[in-house]
């Protein structure tokens, strides 16, 4: 069982390059985020799908774009680097809560892709 | 908003000592929370959560955590620290819909022998 993997580990952009992150999971869960990390900082939400065909904004989407077309893969679209999204980004996932989705299910992360943008 | 503190940046101990992390929250409702740990190079790992019932919870690795809601508290403690527990240490908070955490910005504890 893979879990939730994440690639590329490490890229490295020129700013005003695009890429895509790729994140798939094998554990049939319906809700995926992709957060990112700075030092320091904790980690922030990018944006969130509960399912496929389903995406939302999180606390900080501005320069990202994603899709879901299945439930098992939902990657991360950069469009136009910038040197602010040097980063470390994570795609995580998990079940579904009952009732609205407010849930105690644990998210499971993917090891992570180290982005910089020079 | 929705926020949660983990007011120590940075916490040494020693090896066999005991282990006491932070987390406050600021939440509304009843909270489900939750404690990851992060090895360098590595995601989260969860290692316990609260959403109801006892307020002790036991997680992996000898870990264990208290809530506290009248101090809207949810601190980490380890009674004997081993080397291998050198990481950083994430606090969080589940929001209603769509199951989003909110982090906290994170504890790394060394280990010194």
């Known amino acids: 069982n893979a879990g939730v993997t994440q690639t590329p580990k490490f890229r490295i952009l020129k700013i005003g390059q695009s890429m895509t992150l790729q994140c798939t999971q094998d554990m049939n869960h319906n809700y995926m985020y992709w957060y990112r990390q700075d030092p320091g900082m904790g980690l922030k939400l990018i944006y969130y799908?509960?399912?496929?065909?389903?995406?939302d904004k999180g606390e900080v989407p501005n320069g990202y774009n994603v899709s879901r077309s299945t439930t098992e893969d939902f990657p991360l679209r950069l469009e136009l680097a910038a040197p602010s999204q040097t980063s470390v980004y994570f795609c995580?996932?998990?079940?579904?809560?009952?009732?609205?989705?407010?849930?105690?299910?644990?998210?499971?992360f993917g090891d992570g892709t180290r982005l910089s943008i020079l | 908003a929705q926020s949660v503190t983990q007011p120590d940046i940075h916490i040494t101990v020693s090896e066999g000592a005991s282990l006491e992390l932070r987390c406050n929250y600021s939440?509304?409702?009843?909270?489900?929370l939750f404690w990851y740990v992060q090895s360098p190079g590595q995601g989260l790992q969860l290692l316990l959560k609260y959403f109801s019932g006892d307020t002790l919870v036991q997680g992996i690795k000898g870990f264990e955590a208290e809530f506290k809601r009248s101090q809207s508290s949810f601190n980490l403690r380890k009674p004997s620290v081993h080397w291998s527990d050198a990481a950083e240490y994430f606090c969080a908070v589940a929001l209603e819909y769509g199951n989003k955490l909110v982090f906290g910005a994170g504890t790394i504890l060394r280990v010194k022998s």
């Open positions: 799908s509960v399912g496929a065909g389903i995406t």
């Open positions: 939440y509304g409702a009843t909270p489900y």
């Open positions: 995580a996932s998990s079940y579904p809560g009952q009732g609205t989705g407010y849930s105690n299910q644990p998210q499971h």
